[in-house]
């Protein structure tokens, strides 16, 4: 591990990892080979002969090397990691001891995704964000296969097909990738009102995650917890970041996806190398069965909430994400979750998006992962023992040696023994009904919780919904869609479907529809600060000339804090501080660019400062940090440079001083430490 302890997956791991570094080069069969460049051909410039086997496995391998791609959260990272319960609070709840017992290290692989986009797409495109965890606990493997938003788009999962057809790009040409802002997304949306709910949520910050480490996550359907006693307590699963819920400005991701498409990828990676391991919260919010029919939504229904004011998220547990994985195709390309791998303790409940879920994703690995030994595949293998009759088929790995392999068997001595108390039981649910294709009418109310979410957002919040709205539907061709959609969200707050109106040139709805006036401050990226320091990247615009003395002051105190500071000048290499001295630069100014930093630093030095307000680039890089609402700072001469990008020196979020004295350098890692200035006046500033 990153720690220098192995746990019980990493030893399980260690079996499969190869590394031949000293050893000849070797044909799958283990052939010796001495040229991998030439193939065997009847003279120098004769033809090629099919004999040549070196040639033929290593062009056919090759030629096998892809698998489908998810159909859906294609692209993805993933990292290992580990969880622990604080204490036995669970105890009473459930019979899952990863849950119950605190002095359990259980080892887990989290992947995070995308939805719509393919596997090359880009990271930072406005969409939801998967958040699976597998746990590999010693009774076996439970995946908790949530996203960062905590509700979901329909309430069956018979509608899923539909969704995704709609949502991905058009099959005709096969447009756009990786967004939602066409025709049939919201052509969908405004025939299907349940889909309201989390449209606000998509719309919002939330779909622009600045960082795996930093937006939180949602098993989203009601789960159930089981005792020893078979008594079940519903519960919905939360993962709250340490590092808070931080997002980047729309404009600034459409740029990073050109910049550095694998900017969320990348960061999750750079975290884990640099020790600044992300970590959450689990929390749990705990209904008791008796409780059931006492909400005005249904528990069932996965496009609600239970607003954390009604039935607080009590914090359970921890996850630290502290290592990279080996080989990506490997582990994160071929981890399978399963929304049906459930331990003894956490069972189902009868929402109908969840029971198709529990048939889809077995399903999709055996087309994906090619046969029914997928979980066999070292990253999905349980660290729990496994044993049973199920033989034979695509890939199989196990050479299972007894001479039965059915059960029950007197042979082998009726082995493997079917287990006691310790297996798995279902929650003996009491179900009686009428076959129906119905949905409940406790389902039916789209739009409360769409108002709570658009009630209890800042304004900043709300403006960027609002041009969300107008930029998706803005894109869609058909006006009578774009109008079906502001009468839905007419439904939601009269205000907001008036913005969005006027902005994409449709008749604002003439009804004023009233506004319960409720709301949830949990739901507030405002509220959601937390610790954002560590891993934060922190832009130093040097030259020939800049004083050293500012940029140690501040660099160290950023390092110290688990920040990353860079230093950019116009050339890699070094620049000649102010004092003689050799300042190395981390990068060249014309690779990178200010959408991939969150804090800005200019040091003093006048003969740096002058060159850098003579430089496009560096003067550009400063006013677009401006326009994104980062922290920007100037010490002494470095002044220069804010008012020659025209950034005031009064606006919120802007630091100049004299010298990098302490005052200073406290107020710049406290300004780097929040949530965005989104209250600049920057319609001024170009895109
Ligand atoms: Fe998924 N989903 N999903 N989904 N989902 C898949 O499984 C599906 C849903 C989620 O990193 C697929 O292995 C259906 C909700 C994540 O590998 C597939 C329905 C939530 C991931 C599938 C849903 C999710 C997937 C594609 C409606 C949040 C990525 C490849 C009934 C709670 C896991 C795969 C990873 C992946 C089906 C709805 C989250 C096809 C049928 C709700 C995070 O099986």
């Given at each position: 591990m990153a720690n220098g302890r192995r746990d019980a997956k990493d030893e399980q791991l260690e079996n499969y990892r190869v590394s031949p570094q000293d050893a000849p080069l070797t044909t799958d069969q283990g052939i010796q080979v001495d040229d991998t460049d030439n193939s065997l051909t009847v003279g120098q410039r004769g033809p090629t002969l099919l004999q040549d086997f070196i040639l033929r496995e290593k062009i056919t391998h090759f030629d096998h090397e892809r698998i489908p791609e998810r159909v859906v959260h294609a692209r993805g990272a993933g990292a290992y990691g580990v969880f622990q319960v604080?204490?036995?609070?669970?105890?009473?709840?459930?019979?899952?001891?990863?849950?119950?017992?605190?002095?359990?290290?259980?080892?887990?692989?989290?992947?995070?995704?995308?939805?719509?986009?393919?596997?090359?797409?880009?990271?930072?495109v406005r969409d939801v964000r998967g958040f699976a965890t597998k746990f590999y606990t010693n009774q076996g493997n439970f995946d908790l296969v949530g996203n960062n938003m905590p509700v979901f788009f329909i309430q069956d999962g018979i509608k899923f097909p539909d969704f995704v057809h709609a949502v991905k790009p058009e099959p005709h040409n096969e447009i756009p990738q990786a967004q939602s802002a066409h025709d049939t997304l919201w052509d969908f949306v405004q025939l299907q009102p349940e889909t309201i709910h989390m449209?606000?949520?998509?719309?919002?910050?939330?779909?622009?995650p600045r960082s795996y480490a930093q937006m939180q996550g949602f098993g989203v359907h009601t789960f159930r917890l089981v005792n020893d006693r078979d008594e079940a307590t519903f519960v919905k699963f939360h993962w709250k970041p340490k590092a808070g819920v931080h997002s980047m400005d729309w404009d600034e991701t459409q740029k990073v996806a050109g910049k550095d498409p694998d900017f969320n990828r990348r960061d999750l990676w750079d975290r884990i190398e640099k020790g600044n391991y992300p970590e959450y919260?689990?929390?749990?919010?705990?209904?008791?069965?008796?409780?059931?029919?006492?909400?005005?939504?249904?528990?069932l229904d996965p496009t609600k909430i239970i607003p954390e004011e009604e039935v607080p998220v009590r914090p359970v547990g921890k996850l630290v994400l502290n290592r990279n994985p080996n080989n990506f195709f490997a582990e994160t390309e071929q981890v399978a979750f399963c929304i049906a791998n459930v331990v003894p303790g956490i069972d189902f409940t009868d929402d109908p998006l969840l029971q198709a879920r529990i048939f889809s994703y077995l399903d999709t690995q055996l087309i994906r992962l090619g046969g029914p030994n997928f979980p066999q595949i070292p990253v999905n293998q349980p660290v729990a023992p496994v044993r049973n009759h199920h033989r034979d088929g695509y890939h199989q790995m196990r050479i299972d040696t007894p001479h039965t392999s059915y059960h029950?068997?007197?042979?082998?001595?009726?082995?493997?023994?079917?287990?006691?108390?310790?297996?798995?039981?279902?929650?003996?649910?009491?179900?009686?009904?009428?076959?129906?294709?119905?949905?409940?009418?406790?389902?039916?109310?789209?739009?409360?919780?769409?108002?709570?979410?658009?009630?209890?957002?800042?304004?900043?919040?709300?403006?960027?919904?609002?041009?969300?709205?107008?930029?998706?539907?803005?894109?869609?061709?058909d006006a009578s869609i774009r109008e079906g959609?502001?009468?839905?969200?007419?439904?939601?707050?009269?205000?907001?479907?008036?913005?969005?109106?006027?902005?994409?040139?449709?008749?604002?709805?003439?009804?004023?529809?009233?506004?319960?006036?409720?709301?949830?401050?949990?739901?507030?990226?405002?509220?959601?600060?937390?610790?954002?320091?560590?891993?934060?990247?922190?832009?130093?615009?040097?030259?020939?000339?800049?004083?050293?003395?500012?940029?140690?002051?501040?660099?160290?105190?950023?390092?110290?804090?688990?920040?990353?500071?860079?230093?950019?000048?116009?050339?890699?290499?070094?620049?000649?501080?102010?004092?003689?001295?050799?300042?190395?630069?981390?990068?060249?100014?014309?690779?990178?660019?200010?959408?991939?930093?969150?804090?800005?630093?200019?040091?003093d030095g006048e003969r740096a400062a002058d060159t850098l307000s003579g430089d496009g680039l560096a003067v550009f890089f400063v006013t677009e940090a401006y326009k994104h609402g980062k922290p920007i700072a100037a010490v002494g001469a470095g002044a220069k440079v804010l008012e020659r990008a025209g950034v005031p020196?009064?606006?919120?979020?802007?630091?100049?001083?004299?010298?990098?004295?302490?005052?200073?350098?406290?107020?710049?890692?406290?300004?780097?430490?929040?949530?965005?200035?989104?209250?600049?006046?920057?319609?001024?500033?170009?895109a």
């Open positions: 604080y204490g036995d609070s669970l105890a009473e709840y459930t019979r899952a001891e990863f849950l119950r017992d605190p002095s359990i290290e259980t080892p887990v692989f989290v992947r995070f995704s995308t939805v719509a986009g393919s596997r090359g797409s880009a990271d930072t449209m606000m949520w998509a719309m919002s910050d939330r779909a622009l919260e689990l929390g749990v919010q705990l209904v008791p069965a008796a409780d059931e029919h006492k909400f005005d939504f249904d528990l029950k068997n007197s042979i082998s001595g009726g082995c493997p023994a079917l287990a006691g108390d310790t297996a798995f039981r279902h929650y003996p649910e009491q179900v009686d009904g009428k076959l129906i294709r119905k949905r409940a009418e406790s389902f039916e109310d789209h739009y409360s919780q769409a108002t709570l979410f658009w009630n209890s957002m800042a304004d900043f919040e709300k403006e960027h919904i609002v041009s969300a709205f107008r930029f998706e539907l803005g894109k869609v061709d959609v502001v009468k839905h969200l007419n439904h939601v707050d009269h205000g907001l479907a008036t913005q969005v109106a006027e902005g994409v040139g449709v008749p604002v709805p003439d009804e004023v529809l009233p506004n319960h006036g409720r709301t949830s401050p949990a739901l507030s990226q405002l509220n959601l600060v937390g610790e954002p320091l560590p891993g934060r990247k922190v832009a130093v615009l040097v030259a020939d000339g800049s004083d050293s003395s500012s940029i140690v002051a501040a660099g160290e105190a950023l390092a110290t804090k688990g920040a990353v500071p860079e230093l950019l000048a116009r050339t890699d290499g070094v620049v000649q501080a102010a004092d003689g001295g050799r300042v190395e630069v981390t990068r060249a100014l014309p690779t990178m660019a200010s959408v991939l930093y969150d804090a800005i630093l200019v040091p020196q009064d606006a919120p979020g802007v630091l100049v001083a004299a010298t990098a004295d302490e005052s200073f350098v406290r107020a710049f890692l406290d300004a780097a430490s929040g949530q965005r200035f989104w209250s600049r006046d920057v319609a001024h500033i170009p």
